[in-house]
C-alpha cells in the first residue's frame, strides 16, 4: 500500500487567521476515499469552518465510528484530538470525555450505517441528553464499505446501483433529532460548500445537540439514475429552506444584501446566524413546523436543505447533572478524594 504524505514546509505568504494558523494547519492525511466522494467535500468544510472560526486544533476533540464516514476524521484537523470507537458507539465514548473534559470542542462524526443502524440508540440518546456537540452525519444511502447493500437511511423505491429497488422505509435522521430534542438541527448536501460552510460554524457555536444531516454521495455505488442520493438528484430537488452568513463575536459584520427578510439568531455565547429566508413561512425557531415542513416536501420527493431547526437559549448535559466546571484532568487530590466523612454522607443519603 502506498502512502502518500504531504509536504510539512508551507508557503510563507499563506494567510493566517487571528490565533496564527494557516488553512493547511487544519489539513489532515491525503485521503484514501473514492475520487469525488462527497465525504471529502465535508472534511474541506469543516476545515474551511475551523480556520475562520479562529479555533485552535489542540482544542478540537474529533470522535467516529466504524465505515467510510468514520476514516474522514483522519483527513482534517491532524493536530486535534482523535478517537476511532467501535461501530455506532462514537456517541457514548464522546459523552464520556466531555463529562470528563467540557474545555474541549467535540466534533463526532458518523456514517448512516453508523448512526441509523447499530448505532440508532445511541444517536438517540445523545440528543436527548443534549450532549454538547457538533454531530456530523455524512449520509449516502449505502453501505460503501462492503459494496453497496441499502443503509437503513435510502429512500423507499430507491434504486441500487444493480437495478435493485428498495422496499424498506427509510430512517429520516433529520426528523429523529427533532423527536429527541436536539436544540440546532440542519441538513446540508455535501456539493453546496457555500450552505455548509455556515452551518457547521452555527453548529461550533451552538451549546447542546447540534445535528447535521449532510447528504454525501457515494460515487462508487449510489450516485446513478434511480438513486435519491446522487449529485444529480440532489441538486435537482433540492428545496433551501435558508442560507446562512455566519458573524463571529466581535468581528466585523458584513452582509450580502440579497432579497428576502433576514432573521438575526443569537447563540449562547452572542454570536449571530443570520437566517436569509427563502420560504416565506418558514420558522426555524419552531420545532413542530419544522417536523410537518420536513414531512411535506418529503412527499414530494424533495430533498429540504438549511438550518431546519435552532433553539438559541439551550442548556446541555453539564447542567442537567450540574457537574463541576473545572475538568476532570484538572482537579487536586483534595477534591478528587475528599475523605472518609464525605463518603459516609454519600452512603447516607443512598441508604
Known amino acids: 500500500m502506498t502512502y502518500i504524505a504531504k509536504p510539512r514546509i508551507h508557503h ?30 465535508i472534511s474541506a468544510a469543516i476545515i474551511q469552518a475551523c480556520w475562520e472560526m479562529d479555533i485552535e486544533p489542540h482544542r478540537v476533540a474529533k470522535l467516529s465510528g466504524i465505515g467510510c464516514s468514520s476514516k474522514t476524521p ?7 484530538h482523535g478517537f476511532n470507537t467501535v461501530h455506532g458507539r462514537m456517541p457514548s465514548v464522546l459523552t464520556g470525555a466531555n463529562l470528563a473534559n467540557r474545555d474541549l470542542l467535540y466534533l463526532g462524526v458518523s456514517g448512516d450505517g453508523d448512526s441509523a ?7 438517540a440518546h445523545s440528543m436527548r441528553r443534549a450532549v454538547n456537540m457538533v454531530y456530523i452525519l ?10 453497496g447493500q441499502f443503509s437503513a437511511t435510502a429512500d423507499q423505491g430507491s434504486k441500487s446501483k444493480k437495478g435493485v429497488v428498495n422496499a424498506d422505509t427509510p430512517i429520516d435522521t433529520i426528523g429523529l433529532a427533532l423527536q429527541m430534542g436536539a436544540t440546532y438541527v ?41 438513486s435519491t442520493k446522487s449529485y444529480d438528484y440532489v441538486r435537482e430537488h433540492n428545496e433551501a429552506v435558508s442560507r446562512l452568513d455566519f458573524f463571529p463575536k466581535r468581528g466585523e459584520i458584513t452582509a450580502d444584501q ?22 416565506a413561512d418558514y420558522d426555524p425557531s419552531d420545532r413542530i413546523r419544522a417536523m410537518t415542513y420536513l414531512q411535506q416536501h418529503l412527499a414530494q420527493g424533495e430533498v429540504v436543505t438549511g438550518l431546519l431547526y435552532v433553539q438559541p437559549e439551550a442548556s446541555d448535559l453539564h447542567d442537567a447533572l450540574n457537574t ?18 464525605a463518603l459516609e454522607s454519600i452512603n447516607a443519603r443512598l441508604r
Open 138 to 147: 455524512e449520509n449516502n444511502g449505502v453501505y460503501g464499505l462492503t459494496k
Open 258 to 279: 440579497a432579497e428576502g427578510a433576514v432573521t438575526k439568531v443569537q447563540l449562547h455565547d452572542g454570536s449571530l446566524v443570520n437566517l436569509r429566508r427563502l420560504a
Open 74 to 80: 483522519d483527513y482534517f484537523l491532524g493536530p486535534s
Open 186 to 226: 440542519a441538513r446540508g448536501f455535501s456539493g453546496d460548500k457555500a450552505q455548509l460552510v455556515p452551518l457547521i460554524k452555527g453548529a461550533i457555536a451552538h451549546r447542546g445537540a447540534a445535528f447535521i444531516d449532510v447528504v454525501s454521495p457515494c460515487v462508487a455505488f449510489n450516485n446513478h439514475p434511480g
Open 324 to 341: 463541576n466546571a473545572t475538568p476532570l484532568n484538572q482537579l487536586g487530590e483534595k477534591v478528587l478524594c475528599p475523605g472518609a466523612k
Open 117 to 123: 443502524s447499530i448505532g440508532l440508540g445511541q444517536f
Open 12 to 41: 510563507p505568504t499563506l494567510q493566517v487567521n487571528s490565533v496564527g494558523y494557516t488553512r493547511r494547519d487544519y489539513e489532515g492525511k491525503v485521503s484514501t476515499l473514492c475520487a469525488g466522494c462527497g465525504h471529502d467535500s
